[in-house]
């Protein structure tokens, strides 16, 4: 696996550790978006895409996140769901929509993400700077020709 570019939005006066969305292409012909690079204890670290999962509300068919209280569709208050749990006994409130399968695709990724975040901090000090990530939509128009 290849990863052939790399676009970074520095995040500002995050009040969480969010340092920057990011995408990245692979083998010039796979987008990965909303990945996010979070300042860790021991560096940042590279958060991969993910949903909140959801349960039915009993009433209205409604899909909502576990944590919420009230249904977003009818109102009505929700019993306190049990999410799913992972294979450490955790409770899961968040499903990874894409993720690596192994470290070593896991840390490849966090290295060149890592780099593009370092380099694309010195690019925005510079006069006229324009973030790549959201002009994404770009690569999208020209496949639909
Ligand atoms: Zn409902």
């Given at each position: 696996?290849?990863?052939?570019?790399?676009?970074?939005?520095?995040?500002?006066?995050?009040?969480?550790?969010?340092?920057?969305?990011?995408?990245?292409?692979?083998?010039?012909?796979?987008?990965?978006?909303?990945?996010?690079?979070?300042?860790g204890p021991s560096g940042p670290f590279v958060a991969m895409p993910s949903r909140k999962l959801c349960a039915h509300c009993r009433s209205c068919g409604h899909k909502n996140p576990f944590k919420a209280s009230f249904c977003n569709q009818c109102g009505v208050q929700l019993p306190?769901?049990?999410?799913?749990?992972?294979?450490?006994?955790?409770?899961?409130?968040?499903?990874?929509?894409?993720?690596?399968?192994?470290?070593?695709?896991?840390?490849?990724?966090?290295?060149?993400?890592?780099?593009?975040?370092?380099?694309?901090?010195?690019?925005?000090?510079?006069?006229?700077?324009?973030?790549?990530?959201?002009?994404?939509?770009?690569?999208?128009?020209?496949?639909?020709?």
């Amino acid at each position: 696996m290849t990863i052939t570019d790399v676009r970074v939005k520095i995040i500002e006066h995050s009040a969480e550790r969010l340092l920057a969305f990011c995408s990245i292409t692979i083998d010039g012909v796979f987008v990965v978006r909303d990945m996010k690079l979070i300042a860790g204890p021991s560096g940042p670290f590279v958060a991969m895409p993910s949903r909140k999962l959801c349960a039915h509300c009993r009433s209205c068919g409604h899909k909502n996140p576990f944590k919420a209280s009230f249904c977003n569709q009818c109102g009505v208050q929700l019993p306190e769901g049990a999410p799913p749990r992972d294979g450490d006994g955790r409770l899961r409130y968040y499903a990874d929509i894409a993720h690596p399968i192994n470290a070593a695709c896991r840390e490849a990724i966090q290295h060149r993400v890592v780099q593009e975040y370092e380099a694309e901090l010195i690019r925005a000090r510079e006069p006229g700077y324009v973030s790549r990530y959201d002009a994404i939509g770009d690569e999208e128009h020209r496949m639909r020709r």
